[in-house]
Protein backbone atom coordinates (compact mmCIF):
# COMPACT_ATOMS: atom_id res chain seq x y z
CA UNK A 1 0.00 0.00 0.00
CA UNK A 2 1.21 3.81 -1.11
CA UNK A 3 0.36 6.82 0.48
CA UNK A 4 1.13 10.26 -0.58
CA UNK A 5 1.30 12.59 2.16
CA UNK A 6 1.40 16.51 1.20
CA UNK A 7 2.65 18.96 3.12
CA UNK A 8 6.20 18.61 5.45
CA UNK A 9 4.14 20.45 8.67
CA UNK A 10 3.25 19.15 12.29
CA UNK A 11 0.71 17.38 10.71
CA UNK A 12 2.34 15.92 7.61
CA UNK A 13 5.52 14.96 9.08
CA UNK A 14 3.68 13.20 12.16
CA UNK A 15 0.75 11.17 9.81
CA UNK A 16 3.84 10.09 7.63
CA UNK A 17 5.89 8.71 10.82
CA UNK A 18 2.66 6.99 12.28
CA UNK A 19 1.62 5.46 8.81
CA UNK A 20 5.50 3.93 7.93
CA UNK A 21 6.03 2.73 11.79
CA UNK A 22 3.00 0.41 10.47
CA UNK A 23 4.93 -0.89 7.41
CA UNK A 24 2.96 1.32 4.93
CA UNK A 25 4.94 2.63 2.27
CA UNK A 26 4.84 6.84 2.33
CA UNK A 27 5.90 9.48 -0.09
CA UNK A 28 6.11 13.05 1.81
CA UNK A 29 5.89 15.86 -0.96
CA UNK A 30 6.72 19.77 0.24
CA UNK A 31 6.15 22.69 -1.55
CA UNK A 32 9.17 24.78 0.01
CA UNK A 33 12.65 23.73 -1.42
CA UNK A 34 13.66 23.17 2.41
CA UNK A 35 12.46 22.89 5.80
CA UNK A 36 11.74 26.10 7.10
CA UNK A 37 9.14 26.19 9.70
CA UNK A 38 7.14 29.16 10.08
CA UNK A 39 6.74 30.72 13.56
CA UNK A 40 8.53 30.46 17.22
CA UNK A 41 6.90 28.53 19.68
CA UNK A 42 4.14 26.29 20.68
CA UNK A 43 2.51 25.02 23.51
CA UNK A 44 1.63 21.42 23.57
CA UNK A 45 -1.04 19.97 25.65
CA UNK A 46 -1.10 16.68 27.20
CA UNK A 47 -3.18 15.06 24.58
CA UNK A 48 -0.85 15.89 21.43
CA UNK A 49 2.26 14.86 23.63
CA UNK A 50 0.13 11.17 24.04
CA UNK A 51 0.61 11.91 20.54
CA UNK A 52 4.26 12.31 19.92
CA UNK A 53 4.49 9.53 23.16
CA UNK A 54 2.66 7.19 19.63
CA UNK A 55 5.49 8.25 17.01
CA UNK A 56 8.08 7.15 19.82
CA UNK A 57 9.57 11.20 19.99
CA UNK A 58 7.91 12.14 23.54
CA UNK A 59 11.64 12.28 25.43
CA UNK A 60 13.02 13.85 23.00
CA UNK A 61 10.28 16.52 22.50
CA UNK A 62 10.50 17.06 26.34
CA UNK A 63 14.29 17.18 26.02
CA UNK A 64 13.99 19.92 23.90
CA UNK A 65 11.17 21.99 25.28
CA UNK A 66 10.26 23.54 28.87
CA UNK A 67 8.03 20.93 30.46
CA UNK A 68 5.10 22.47 32.85
CA UNK A 69 1.83 21.43 34.73
CA UNK A 70 0.07 24.56 35.28
CA UNK A 71 -0.74 28.06 34.17
CA UNK A 72 -0.78 31.49 36.54
CA UNK A 73 -3.32 34.05 35.28
CA UNK A 74 -1.29 37.49 36.29
CA UNK A 75 -2.73 41.26 36.33
CA UNK A 76 -0.98 43.25 34.03
CA UNK A 77 1.70 44.26 36.41
CA UNK A 78 2.65 40.23 37.26
CA UNK A 79 0.63 39.60 40.32
CA UNK A 80 -0.65 36.68 40.32
CA UNK A 81 -4.48 36.26 40.27
CA UNK A 82 -4.64 32.71 39.78
CA UNK A 83 -3.18 28.95 39.40
CA UNK A 84 -4.66 26.92 37.16
CA UNK A 85 -3.10 22.98 37.05
CA UNK A 86 -3.48 21.57 33.64
CA UNK A 87 -5.67 17.95 34.30
CA UNK A 88 -5.41 16.82 30.76
CA UNK A 89 -2.73 14.37 31.63
CA UNK A 90 -2.90 13.92 35.01
CA UNK A 91 -3.80 9.87 34.20
CA UNK A 92 -1.19 9.38 32.66
CA UNK A 93 1.86 11.85 34.22
CA UNK A 94 2.49 13.95 30.97
CA UNK A 95 2.77 17.88 31.65
CA UNK A 96 2.09 20.35 28.81
CA UNK A 97 5.10 21.58 26.87
CA UNK A 98 6.79 24.69 25.41
CA UNK A 99 8.40 23.91 22.33
CA UNK A 100 10.21 26.07 19.36
CA UNK A 101 8.95 24.99 16.47
CA UNK A 102 12.12 24.43 14.90
CA UNK A 103 13.46 21.95 17.49
CA UNK A 104 10.01 20.21 16.68
CA UNK A 105 10.51 19.82 12.70
CA UNK A 106 13.96 18.48 13.67
CA UNK A 107 12.88 16.20 15.74
CA UNK A 108 9.54 14.74 13.77
CA UNK A 109 12.33 15.48 10.45
CA UNK A 110 14.73 12.60 12.27
CA UNK A 111 11.78 10.11 12.61
CA UNK A 112 10.49 10.51 9.19
CA UNK A 113 14.13 9.40 8.39
CA UNK A 114 14.22 6.42 10.73
CA UNK A 115 10.84 5.24 9.29
CA UNK A 116 12.24 5.40 5.79
CA UNK A 117 9.65 7.77 4.44
CA UNK A 118 10.77 9.37 1.37
CA UNK A 119 11.02 13.15 1.51
CA UNK A 120 10.58 15.50 -1.54
CA UNK A 121 10.85 19.33 -1.04
CA UNK A 122 10.24 21.82 -3.76
CA UNK A 123 7.80 19.56 -5.34
CA UNK A 124 3.73 19.67 -4.88
CA UNK A 125 0.61 17.94 -6.72
CA UNK A 126 -0.37 19.55 -10.07
CA UNK A 127 -3.58 16.93 -10.03
CA UNK A 128 -5.50 13.91 -8.77
CA UNK A 129 -7.52 12.01 -10.26
CA UNK A 130 -9.91 9.86 -8.52
CA UNK A 131 -10.38 5.93 -9.69
CA UNK A 132 -12.23 3.14 -7.68
CA UNK A 133 -8.83 1.04 -7.51
CA UNK A 134 -6.38 4.29 -6.77
CA UNK A 135 -5.71 7.98 -6.70
CA UNK A 136 -3.63 9.01 -9.85
CA UNK A 137 -1.64 11.89 -8.85
CA UNK A 138 0.57 13.85 -11.20
CA UNK A 139 3.21 15.58 -9.22
CA UNK A 140 4.85 19.16 -9.75
CA UNK A 141 8.66 17.82 -10.66
CA UNK A 142 6.55 15.53 -13.92
CA UNK A 143 6.31 12.24 -11.71
CA UNK A 144 3.14 10.27 -12.14
CA UNK A 145 2.42 7.81 -9.05
CA UNK A 146 -0.88 5.95 -8.06
CA UNK A 147 -1.70 6.07 -4.49
CA UNK A 148 -3.71 4.02 -2.48
CA UNK A 149 -4.52 7.19 -0.60
CA UNK A 150 -3.45 10.81 -0.71
CA UNK A 151 -3.68 12.88 2.51
CA UNK A 152 -3.61 16.60 2.49
CA UNK A 153 -2.19 18.21 5.25
CA UNK A 154 -0.75 21.49 3.32
CA UNK A 155 -1.90 23.91 5.76
CA UNK A 156 -4.92 26.23 5.97
CA UNK A 157 -5.35 27.25 2.61
CA UNK A 158 -4.97 23.91 1.51
CA UNK A 159 -5.09 23.53 -2.14
CA UNK A 160 -5.76 19.47 -1.46
CA UNK A 161 -9.01 20.77 0.25
CA UNK A 162 -10.75 21.00 -3.12
CA UNK A 163 -10.82 17.30 -4.23
CA UNK A 164 -12.97 17.10 -0.86
CA UNK A 165 -14.72 20.20 -1.14
CA UNK A 166 -14.75 23.33 -3.62
CA UNK A 167 -17.82 24.54 -1.24
CA UNK A 168 -17.41 28.32 -0.30
CA UNK A 169 -18.14 26.96 3.49
CA UNK A 170 -15.09 25.00 3.60
CA UNK A 171 -12.58 27.76 2.57
CA UNK A 172 -10.69 29.64 5.17
CA UNK A 173 -12.14 32.91 6.64
CA UNK A 174 -10.62 35.64 8.07
CA UNK A 175 -11.92 35.92 11.86
CA UNK A 176 -10.10 38.99 13.01
CA UNK A 177 -7.93 37.17 15.52
CA UNK A 178 -4.42 38.43 15.54
CA UNK A 179 -1.78 36.45 17.51
CA UNK A 180 1.87 38.00 18.18
CA UNK A 181 4.92 35.81 19.70
CA UNK A 182 8.38 36.50 20.76
CA UNK A 183 11.01 34.01 21.75
CA UNK A 184 13.98 35.07 24.26
CA UNK A 185 15.38 33.73 27.61
CA UNK A 186 13.03 32.51 30.22
CA UNK A 187 13.41 34.33 33.30
CA UNK A 188 14.56 31.93 35.79
CA UNK A 189 11.61 32.89 38.25
CA UNK A 190 9.15 31.68 35.66
CA UNK A 191 8.51 28.03 35.95
CA UNK A 192 4.86 27.61 34.41
CA UNK A 193 2.65 28.77 32.08
CA UNK A 194 2.19 33.11 33.60
CA UNK A 195 0.19 34.40 31.63
CA UNK A 196 -0.63 38.25 31.92
CA UNK A 197 -4.71 39.70 31.41
CA UNK A 198 -3.88 42.76 29.50
CA UNK A 199 -6.89 45.06 31.19
CA UNK A 200 -6.63 47.79 28.22
CA UNK A 201 -6.18 44.87 25.68
CA UNK A 202 -8.85 42.39 26.52
CA UNK A 203 -11.24 45.74 26.50
CA UNK A 204 -10.08 46.03 23.05
CA UNK A 205 -9.43 43.27 21.39
CA UNK A 206 -11.42 41.04 23.52
CA UNK A 207 -10.14 37.89 25.12
CA UNK A 208 -6.59 38.63 24.70
CA UNK A 209 -4.06 37.23 26.96
CA UNK A 210 -0.35 37.40 26.86
CA UNK A 211 2.36 34.62 28.12
CA UNK A 212 5.06 32.52 27.72
CA UNK A 213 7.07 29.46 29.53
CA UNK A 214 9.53 28.61 27.37
CA UNK A 215 11.09 31.79 26.65
CA UNK A 216 10.51 35.29 28.22
CA UNK A 217 11.90 39.07 27.72
CA UNK A 218 13.55 39.98 30.46
CA UNK A 219 11.86 42.12 33.16
CA UNK A 220 13.64 45.48 32.22
CA UNK A 221 13.07 45.50 29.04
CA UNK A 222 11.25 48.16 26.75
CA UNK A 223 9.56 47.61 23.74
CA UNK A 224 11.48 49.51 21.09
CA UNK A 225 9.65 52.75 20.13
CA UNK A 226 6.73 52.42 22.35
CA UNK A 227 5.55 54.47 25.42
CA UNK A 228 7.77 54.76 28.10
CA UNK A 229 4.82 53.11 30.13
CA UNK A 230 5.02 49.44 27.99
CA UNK A 231 8.00 47.05 29.36
CA UNK A 232 8.19 43.36 28.96
CA UNK A 233 7.17 43.48 32.50
CA UNK A 234 3.61 45.01 32.33
CA UNK A 235 3.30 43.13 28.64
CA UNK A 236 0.45 45.87 27.90
CA UNK A 237 0.14 45.42 24.30
CA UNK A 238 3.79 44.41 23.79
CA UNK A 239 3.06 41.44 22.02
CA UNK A 240 4.93 40.93 18.97
CA UNK A 241 4.63 39.21 15.50
CA UNK A 242 6.16 36.18 15.63
CA UNK A 243 8.42 36.98 12.57
CA UNK A 244 11.38 34.30 13.48
CA UNK A 245 14.11 36.92 14.46
CA UNK A 246 13.89 36.05 18.11
CA UNK A 247 12.89 39.87 18.88
CA UNK A 248 10.78 42.60 19.25
CA UNK A 249 9.48 43.29 14.95
CA UNK A 250 7.99 46.70 14.65
CA UNK A 251 4.60 45.88 14.08
CA UNK A 252 2.90 45.73 17.41
CA UNK A 253 -0.46 46.46 18.59
CA UNK A 254 0.89 49.56 19.94
CA UNK A 255 1.39 50.19 15.45
CA UNK A 256 -2.09 48.81 15.26
CA UNK A 257 -3.89 50.74 17.72
CA UNK A 258 -2.58 54.01 15.78
CA UNK A 259 -4.13 52.79 12.69
CA UNK A 260 -7.85 51.56 13.93
C1 LIG B 1 0.36 32.16 15.64
C2 LIG B 1 0.00 30.70 15.84
C3 LIG B 1 0.23 30.11 17.07
C4 LIG B 1 -0.10 28.76 17.28
N1 LIG B 1 0.17 28.20 18.48
C5 LIG B 1 -0.09 26.90 18.69
C6 LIG B 1 0.25 26.28 19.93
O1 LIG B 1 0.76 26.92 20.85
N2 LIG B 1 -0.04 24.95 20.09
C7 LIG B 1 -0.61 24.22 19.07
O2 LIG B 1 -0.83 23.00 19.26
N3 LIG B 1 -0.92 24.78 17.87
C8 LIG B 1 -0.68 26.10 17.67
N4 LIG B 1 -0.99 26.68 16.47
C9 LIG B 1 -1.63 25.85 15.44
C10 LIG B 1 -0.59 25.02 14.72
O3 LIG B 1 0.44 25.86 14.23
C11 LIG B 1 -1.26 24.32 13.54
O4 LIG B 1 -2.35 23.57 14.02
C12 LIG B 1 -0.29 23.39 12.86
O5 LIG B 1 0.84 24.08 12.39
C13 LIG B 1 -0.99 22.70 11.71
O6 LIG B 1 -0.07 21.81 11.15
P1 LIG B 1 -0.21 21.32 9.68
O7 LIG B 1 0.95 20.44 9.41
O8 LIG B 1 -1.58 20.79 9.45
O9 LIG B 1 -0.14 22.64 8.77
P2 LIG B 1 1.06 23.66 8.58
O10 LIG B 1 1.90 23.78 9.80
O11 LIG B 1 0.44 24.91 8.03
O12 LIG B 1 1.97 22.99 7.46
C14 LIG B 1 1.53 22.91 6.12
C15 LIG B 1 2.72 22.53 5.28
O13 LIG B 1 2.27 22.25 3.95
C16 LIG B 1 3.10 22.92 3.02
N5 LIG B 1 2.30 23.16 1.82
C17 LIG B 1 1.37 24.13 1.63
N6 LIG B 1 0.81 24.00 0.41
C18 LIG B 1 1.39 22.92 -0.16
C19 LIG B 1 1.22 22.27 -1.41
N7 LIG B 1 0.33 22.70 -2.31
N8 LIG B 1 1.98 21.19 -1.69
C20 LIG B 1 2.89 20.73 -0.78
N9 LIG B 1 3.09 21.30 0.43
C21 LIG B 1 2.34 22.38 0.74
C22 LIG B 1 3.53 24.18 3.75
O14 LIG B 1 4.71 24.74 3.17
C23 LIG B 1 3.75 23.65 5.16
O15 LIG B 1 5.05 23.12 5.33
C24 LIG B 1 -0.68 28.01 16.23
C25 LIG B 1 -0.92 28.62 14.99
C26 LIG B 1 -0.57 29.94 14.79
C27 LIG B 1 -0.83 30.56 13.45
Known amino acids: MRVLVVGAGIGGLSAAIALAQRGI ?3 LVEVKPVDTPLGIGLVLPANALRGLRELGVLDDCLAAGFPFDRNVFCDPDG ?3 VEVPGLIGRDDGLPSLAVHRADLHQLLLAAVEKAGVTVRYGVSVSTVDSAPDAARVRLTNG ?3 EYALVLGFDGVNSAMRRYVSDSPAARPRAAGYATWRVAAPRAPEIRCGTLWIPTACTRRYGSGW ?3 VARSAP ?3 RCPGRPASCTARSRRCCWTRGTGDGW ?8 R ?3 T
Not at 248 to 255: D, G, I
Request: hydrophobic share 15%; net charge positive.
Open 210 to 212: SGT
Open 248 to 255: WSPATRHT
Open 79 to 81: RPL
Open 219 to 221: SST
Open 143 to 145: RTG
Open 25 to 27: EVE
Open 257 to 259: RRR
